[in-house]
């Protein structure tokens, strides 16, 4: 079944990736046993697009994005498979390669990243340090740059002397996002981006994140809990459930026709404000423990279609069911079957 | 602020106010966190208050469950105003009446409790608990929030149980006095995405079966519009409009409700972008508001008359209000009615 699989991906796989990560693995070395956070996967990210990823707290999603920025501190350990970004190998370059191509690359927005900036530096130091970090340009010039940059963000120049604690919430924000630009990177990384942040100023700011990646063309691998949020803005979607990638579509085809039993269920979990109100049902049961996650099928245990003798046993493989669309699930198998003899 | 349904409210909030002061004896500064907020809770009734973080519905919840004084207002129980009962006795048996869960599971139960501990407690504390059946009524708890086998569930301590069986435990307990109103606070925010329509759904059963009255504090309006019958809108510190949440979903008054919910991301639409692209404000400091509607500096409508006064609550139907100039003056037969 792997080989078929991996068949597939490659017909599927016909434009140029930017971000190719195969089979990552990433263990936590904890005091209670090894964690496998992270346990074989596989996704691409083309140009000019995003890719959400979602699943709920612990299924490995952030450590995903630590792991191909090469930014994971122990305990947590990369133990297997590639990432490579226009090529070059991402897990295999050397610290001082690494620093140049974090930034100039690949910028990273985190989570809370709102509060990461240094309090006692002001906002155009903290832009020019980045940007002196990595061009050969004076004081005077990376100000400049500094300013274009607010600007493009849609926070007046004129603040550039503010310290951080001087700004809502929404505003340093901004300026992260602004950091992250700084250098022109191909592809942003986004963990929750604005979960701390009120609606009215996410909607804000993912408007404008929308619009810069319009007039800039960088990638945005998008993080989030938030499925609603994750559907309306991203491009393609993976749905990860215990440390596996269960299902990738184009975000439309996630919400209204999903494939794998999680990721339905997930759909139907939270509710929205149009369309009819209907009973919700969440999913009965809590995500398994990493250290000793379940057999066959991680979400077996709560699965409602769950099929004896087959599920708790067989790992499902990623199986492609159109040249977009991927499921692992043992129901989608003949799906798959048929979408293979046509392709 | 009236009702289509004919009931009395079994807790009623009226003119509740609460200012907090911030500073030193230099510069004292008045917070006001909540002006004027009235709202009514009906048994067998949800009514979600609705507003971003700061906006005083927390502490509009803390009101109503006596962890904070109002620096003025009525909080009127069962037709008595009880924030005139301030003695030991009285408060134990308001809050044997009206309970609160909170948001955070992980931090409301005593790690070093079993769940047959952490609900033998308000058992006994309240009077509740009888002679030789404390630990039937402890798995009939268990069992009211589907904790199954209760018997198992009993014996756990907190961290042996996820955070939605955990919420599930704070609702027991809350449960444990036989509460006619249960006041919750984000209950669902920091669960997971699977988890919360479960938590939901236990509350709207409950509500259903046994006419409980909920107060559901959310920063979440598409969760309130599922789950609540009635949703208050606030903004800094001001209810600013009441209506059926199904209503205030279709067809918002308010300007700020516009705003709030052309923001709200809504996958069933797709994309859509510029909705909120106009509005750059923010949320005022509440030790910053003047007299006037707190959202005039934002509004796309503002008046003169916005700036210089909190507007009045202008009835729009049996089941809706606003407070906004907007809809002033009030329409003659509705205004004959109240």
């Not at chain 1, 990433?26 to 697009?49: C, H, K, L, M, Q």
């Not at chain 1, 491009?235 to 794998?260: L, Q």
């Not at chain 2, 400091?285 to 796309?300: H, Q, T, Y």
């Amino acid at each position: 079944m792997t080989t078929q699989t991996v068949e597939r991906a490659r017909a599927y796989d016909t434009t140029r990736a930017l971000l190719k990560v195969s089979n990552l693995e990433v263990e936590y070395w904890t005091r209670r046993g090894v964690v496998r956070a992270v346990d074989g996967v596989s996704f691409e990210i083309y140009p000019n697009e995003v890719f959400g990823l979602a699943g709920e707290s612990g299924c490995g999603k952030s450590t995903i994005a630590h792991a191909i920025t090469r930014l994971l501190k122990p305990p947590a350990y990369i133990v297997g498979g590639e990432a490579t970004f226009d090529g070059a190998d991402i897990l295999r370059m050397d610290e001082d390669k690494l620093r140049g191509f974090r930034w100039e690359h690949i910028a990273i927005v985190f989570q809370s990243a709102m509060n990461s900036l240094n309090p006692v530096l002001s906002i155009r130091e903290q832009i020019t340090d980045v940007i002196q970090m990595h061009r050969q340009v004076s004081k005077k010039e990376a100000t400049e740059r500094a300013r274009e940059l607010l600007q493009v963000v849609g926070i007046d120049p004129s603040r550039i002397n503010s310290y951080p604690h001087q700004l809502s919430g929404g505003m340093r924000q901004r300026v992260v996002i602004a950091i992250a630009l700084a250098l022109n990177p191909e592809l942003i990384i986004m963990d929750e981006p604005t979960t701390a942040l009120d609606v009215v100023v996410q909607k804000q700011i993912i408007d404008e994140i929308r619009e810069l990646k319009e007039r800039f063309g960088f990638s945005i691998l998008f993080i989030t809990h938030d499925l609603s949020l994750l559907v309306e803005f991203s491009d393609r979607i993976g749905i990860m459930y215990a440390g596996e990638i269960i299902e990738t579509a184009p975000s439309r085809e996630v919400f209204t026709n999903p494939k794998h039993p999680y990721t339905q269920r997930l759909m139907n979990s939270f509710p929205t404000i149009s369309g009819p109100r209907q009973a919700l049902l969440g999913i009965p049961g809590s995500p398994p423990d990493l250290i000793t996650p379940p057999t066959g099928c991680r979400f077996h245990p709560r699965c409602p279609v769950m099929i004896q003798g087959l599920c708790p046993q067989v790992h499902p493989e990623l199986m492609a069911v159109s040249a977009s669309h991927r499921a692992a699930c043992h129901l989608v198998a003949e799906e798959a079957a048929d979408y293979a003899k046509r392709a | 602020m009236q009702n289509g349904h004919n009931m009395q409210p079994i807790l009623e909030a009226r003119n509740l106010t609460k200012h907090f002061t911030a500073g030193n004896a230099l510069s004292k500064q008045v917070v006001r966190a909540v002006e004027n907020a009235s709202l009514q809770l009906y048994p067998g009734r949800v009514t979600a208050l609705v507003g971003e973080s700061g906006s005083g519905k927390s502490t509009i919840a803390r009101m109503l469950v006596r962890m904070y004084e109002p620096t003025s207002g009525e909080l009127i129980y069962h037709g008595r105003n009880c924030l005139l009962e301030k003695g030991r006795r009285e408060l134990l048996s308001y809050r044997s009446q009206v309970q609160m869960i909170f948001q955070d599971p992980f931090s409301s139960l005593n790690p070093v409790r079993r769940v047959r501990d952490v609900l033998e407690r308000p058992l006994h504390i309240h009077g509740k608990a009888r002679r030789g059946k404390v630990r039937e009524q402890i798995y009939e708890l268990l069992h009211r929030v589907s904790l199954t086998p209760v018997e198992e569930f009993a014996d756990k301590y907190p961290h042996q149980l996820s955070g939605g069986q955990r919420q599930r435990v704070a609702i027991a307990r809350a449960l444990a006095v036989e509460p006619k109103v249960i006041l919750a606070d984000e209950p669902v925010s920091m669960l997971d995405v699977s988890i919360r329509m479960g938590i939901l759904n236990l509350m709207a059963k409950l509500r259903d079966d046994e006419g409980i009255a909920f107060l559901y504090v959310t920063h979440d309006i598409a969760s309130a519009r599922y789950f609540a019958d009635e949703t208050l809108v606030m903004y800094a510190g001001r209810i600013v409009e009441g209506s059926t949440s199904e209503e205030l979903i279709q067809d918002p008054k308010h300007p700020y409700t516009q705003l709030l919910l052309s923001s709200v991301p809504d996958p069933a639409k797709g994309l859509r972008t510029g909705a909120a692209r106009a509005d750059k404000g923010e949320v005022p400091d509440l030790a910053a508001v003047g007299n006037g509607c707190p959202f005039a500096p934002r509004c796309p409508h503002v008046m003169d008359i916005c700036r210089q006064a909190m507007p009045p609550v202008t009835p729009l139907n049996d089941d809706r209000w606003v407070r906004c100039y907007l809809y002033e003056p009030v329409p003659e037969a509705v205004a004959a009615r109240n």
